[in-house]
């Protein structure tokens, strides 16, 4: 048995057992379990209603430890039901596959359905499903139902990992009885799932045909990663399939996402990794002051930013574009600010997902990058340097250039460095860069730049005294492109030049600043 395993059943026990003493109520923990209808042999799962399940060669793996699910009524899956007509979670509605029933709760069928379920340890009564329900309800008319299953999610991993086939049938046999008794068009049918829930979605999709879309949150890796694609979550589950990866290191380095795409789509924000305020450091003060938050925060917060983007993302504090790129590093570099012509380089993550023009792709991986507090969204400027190299300029400076930007909307973006001290500039080479803020300046008319040029101790070739060398930066012009601005003809609209007016390049000198203006005139030439 690798390695993996021992850490992901290690990892239950210290997470587990801290943080489901925090979340169950005592009447869950000490139900009876009512397992007449529900019967397990060594190697198949079956109930009257759901069907049976089976657990054969195809699920074994050394990476895994394999056991059948527990029994429906141990599960205990439940699902309580918003509407803008009873939005609060005191008045929601326990509803099932039971005409009777549905028909005396606020659910219309005439409505886009949202399912939002959780993962492990979590139950339907975590307070991140409140609050995506309720920015659903706020954003639009919907049916939000929230899928409680945490009498199976809080055993050991893999089990829960087990119990996951069977919330996959429940929400299949509830989604297909909207549509015999209602006539419910399954494209209007949205499952949402945050880690295991990720893959209880992908089983239910398995069994809804033609259902409409699957977000996936933070996928959960450990058991998933590199396994066929009808043991997790992909982008045959639904007709259309978006992800959010935002916990993708290893188990072993505690990592509970994966990096594996698993859809048409897939988002990497911050590169998908170590997500911004998830140091320990900055959780302290919050797990001190509130310890079940804080607990989750210390275990998981890379792991559950996925959802609090998403539910972010319905409250359209700005765009959320994402764009192709070959990785995160040539993303940050600047190197991917297109859209294309077609717009197949960019999209939405969250709510906007389904609006890609490319939808039956797969596997498509897009970055952005997010601030640590909510609103998370940044804009995201593109910052290309053309240059010049006149017979005065020396072959190359280093130093570090800071820039301010004025918008044609009156906006402004005060004192960008958009170097590391130390960085080279070769003349006649273009530069690229990439920087995020949260103000919006549309179309940049004017500039003004800073540049400071630096020695390096460890470069002696780099020293410049009187008379031996040039610190100046020859510049002929800067373009900046407003990234989030779409589709492609829009971002194109809001790139400008600037330049010095008549000049063919500017001669910014160290420790001076210099003012660029767009204007028609200016010359770009990378």
């Known amino acids: 048995m690798k390695i993996t395993v021992v850490v992901v059943a290690l990892v239950a026990v210290l997470v587990g057992e801290t943080a489901s003493a925090a979340v169950v109520p005592a009447w869950r923990r000490s139900q009876p379990l009512d ?54 979670e005191e008045q929601d509605f326990f509803i099932s596959a ?5 028909d005396a709760t606020t659910f219309d069928p005439s409505k886009p359905i949202k399912f939002i379920t959780h993962g492990f340890i979590d139950t339907g009564n975590t307070q991140w499903l409140k609050d995506m329900a309720h920015a659903f309800l706020v954003y639009g008319d919907y049916n939000v139902i929230r899928v409680d299953w ?106 509970y996402g994966t990096e594996q795409p698993m859809g048409n789509i897939d988002f990497y924000p911050n590169s998908g990794r170590n997500q911004p305020g998830c140091d320990p450091v900055d959780i302290g003060i919050e797990f001190i002051s509130d310890i079940p938050d804080g607990v989750r925060d210390l275990a998981a917060c890379s792991h559950g930013r996925s959802y609090k983007l998403y539910t972010d993302s319905l409250y359209e504090p700005c765009p959320y574009l994402a764009h192709v790129c070959a990785d995160y590093d040539s993303f940050e570099l600047g190197r991917c600010a297109t859209c294309a012509e077609d717009n197949s380089k960019c999209a939405f993550m969250g709510i906007h997902a389904d609006e890609y023009t490319q ?8 970055y952005f990058d997010t601030d640590k507090d909510e609103p998370y969204c940044y804009y995201h400027y593109q910052v290309i340097v053309d240059t010049a190299h006149p017979k005065e300029a020396d072959d190359w400076v280093q130093g570090h250039l800071d820039i301010w930007l004025f918008g044609d ?23 690229y860069f990439m920087f995020t803020s949260h103000i919006d ?43 989030e601005y779409y589709p492609e003809t829009s971002r194109l609209d809001h790139t400008k030049v600037l330049c010095q007016v ?24 990378v």
């Open 35 to 88: 397992l007449t209808r529900t019967k397990v042999r060594d190697s198949e799962w079956c109930d009257e209603v759901l069907g049976c399940l089976e657990l054969n060669d195809d699920w074994s793996s050394e990476d895994r430890i394999n056991v059948l699910p527990y029994s429906r009524a141990a599960i205990n899956t439940q699902f309580r039901l918003h509407t803008r007509t009873a939005p609060a």
């Open 409 to 431: 909307n009156g906006n402004t973006i005060e004192n960008v460095r958009l170097t590391e001290d130390h960085e080279r500039f070769e003349h006649g080479q273009p530069k």
């Open 359 to 366: 939808k039956t792709d797969i596997n498509t991986k897009m």
């Open 502 to 525: 008549g000049e063919d390049y500017i001669k910014i000198k160290n420790k001076h600043t210099e003012v660029l203006v767009w204007d028609e005139s200016c010359v770009f030439s």
């Open 441 to 483: 300046v549309s179309r940049v008319i004017r500039m003004e730049a800073y540049w400071r040029y630096d020695d390096s101790l460890f470069d002696p070739g780099s020293y410049c005294f009187l008379l031996t060398c040039n610190s100046a930066l020859y510049v002929r012009s800067i373009q900046i492109s407003s990234m």
């Open 150 to 255: 945490g009498d199976g999610s809080l055993p050991m991993y893999f089990q829960a990992t087990a119990n996951t086939r069977v919330v996959g049938l429940e929400i299949a046999y509830l989604v297909n009885f909207f549509i015999d008794e209602y006539g419910v068009d399954p494209a209007n049918v949205h499952l949402l799932g945050h880690s295991l829930g990720s893959h209880v979605s992908g089983y239910a999709g398995e069994k809804i045909t033609n259902l409409g879309r699957i977000s996936g949150l933070d996928p959960a890796g450990p058991y998933f990663t590199d396994t066929p694609a009808f043991i997790r979550l992909d982008n045959t589950d639904a007709v259309y399939v978006d992800n959010i990866h935002t916990d993708a290191k290893s188990i072993l380095l505690l990592g």
């Open 98 to 102: 039971d005409k009777t029933a549905i």
